[in-house]
């Protein structure tokens, strides 16, 4: 649709391009959109990688093994920062508002960028499915329903017989996604 | 584990842990929790060394490294705690051309046959996007299943 409909107009446009690319040299400015300059350029300081935990859990795992991994491919520093408090929230909040240029990511999870958003609906300020642009879901990780040695079930269906027998508010527990639980006796 | 809670019937006491598995850790090896969905990265050395028991895991399939232990699945437990996943963002303004090419490098990074090796060691299977549209629908469908699901369980946090 951009091809020249004839001749006159042909020429027309090249001289509006050789005209375009005089002032381009003239400001030191580049034809090309501001979005894609920044991508070529792209990083041309060091990028900053939120997680919304204290080192040590998987998530912060996984995010210095990628950030190591990029520093190596891309030569500029990657750099982990933990932000840890509110179930992920504050971290959450802190990339949301960051400058939207490539140097402030966010490595998370299913819970901090799918759930917190439903159990914190009043107290988290931004929404991570509409203020957070996914890159890329990185690894899977299995989970267990893990118990203390002194806990006597062996098995899920000890562990339901032993819930029964207890009835309720007897067993102790927690889960992974600790954000989408219910406080106290449930 | 509050879906496994419904779908078993029984009642547990929820004590919440903000700060994930490096808190829940201790609490379970000193027998204050006594049952936790967890993830099998931060678990797997006590189980070996038989400081902790995994009574079920939420893998499609048994897994090596645990061989005896079942899967929620077999148990008639299908599609409880699956999928947990780690993944990469940026602030929704950040421009297509900056995403795509954070998304190559990483991409770039992630498939290298050592990587997978080394996370695997970890429990940890890479599962990358096939993009960034693709991975932000995801996050949004999820968000919405889980939305669902608590209003639906009337979980609510205090």
């Known amino acids: 649709m951009f091809q020249p409909s004839n001749r006159s107009r042909g ?23 501001a979005a894609a300059q920044s ?5 041309s300081r060091p990028v900053k990688i939120i997680v919304p ?3 040590g859990g998987a998530t912060d795992i996984i ?8 520093t190596d491919s891309l030569g500029q520093s990657f750099i982990v920062e933990n932000r840890p408090g509110a179930t992920g929230n504050v971290a959450l909040e802190a990339v949301a ?10 490595v998370g999870n299913v819970s901090t960028n799918t759930i917190n958003e439903n159990t914190f609906a009043g107290t988290l300020t931004i929404k991570p499915s509409r203020d957070l642009v996914g890159i890329a879901k990185l690894v899977e990780i299995p989970h ?20 029964a027998r207890r009835a309720s508010a007897a067993i102790p527990t ?4 600790s954000s989408s639980g219910r406080r106290g006796s449930s | 584990m509050e ?9 547990l006491t929820h004590v919440p842990y903000k700060d994930g598995a490096a808190k829940m850790i201790p609490s379970l090896l000193s027998d204050e929790t006594q049952v936790a969905f967890i993830n099998l990265s931060s678990t797997l050395p006590h189980i070996r060394a038989g400081r902790m028991k995994a009574l079920a895991t939420t893998a499609p399939a048994r897994l090596p490294e645990l061989p005896d232990v079942p899967t929620l699945a077999e148990l008639g437990y299908a599609g409880i705690g699956t999928n947990a996943w780690q993944g990469m963002f940026a602030p929704a303004a950040t421009p297509k051309p900056v995403v795509d090419k954070i998304y190559g490098a990483v991409a770039t990074v992630l498939t290298k046959p050592d990587l997978r090796d080394s996370l695997g060691k970890q429990m940890m299977t890479v599962e990358l996007s096939k993009s960034p549209q693709e991975f932000t629908a995801l996050v949004r469908r999820e968000t919405q299943s889980w939305g669902d699901f608590l209003r639906e369980a009337k979980i609510k946090i205090e």
């Open chain 1, 53 to 55: 935990y204290a080192p």
């Open chain 1, 144 to 163: 267990i329903v893990g118990a203390s040695v002194a806990f006597p079930a062996n098995s899920i269906a000890e562990l339901i017989a032993e819930a």
């Open chain 1, 39 to 43: 991508a070529e350029s792209f990083p």
């Open chain 1, 97 to 106: 508002k960051a400058p939207a240029d490539g140097y402030t990511l966010f």
């Open chain 1, 174 to 177: 927690s889960t992974w996604k």
């Open chain 1, 11 to 33: 020429r027309f446009r090249a001289r509006s391009g050789l005209a375009a690319g005089a002032l381009c040299a003239a400001f030191a400015a580049s034809p090309l959109p």
């Open chain 1, 63 to 70: 995010a210095r093994i990628v950030a190591a991994r990029l």
């Open chain 2, 3 to 11: 879906k496994f809670k419904r779908a078993a019937g029984i009642e």
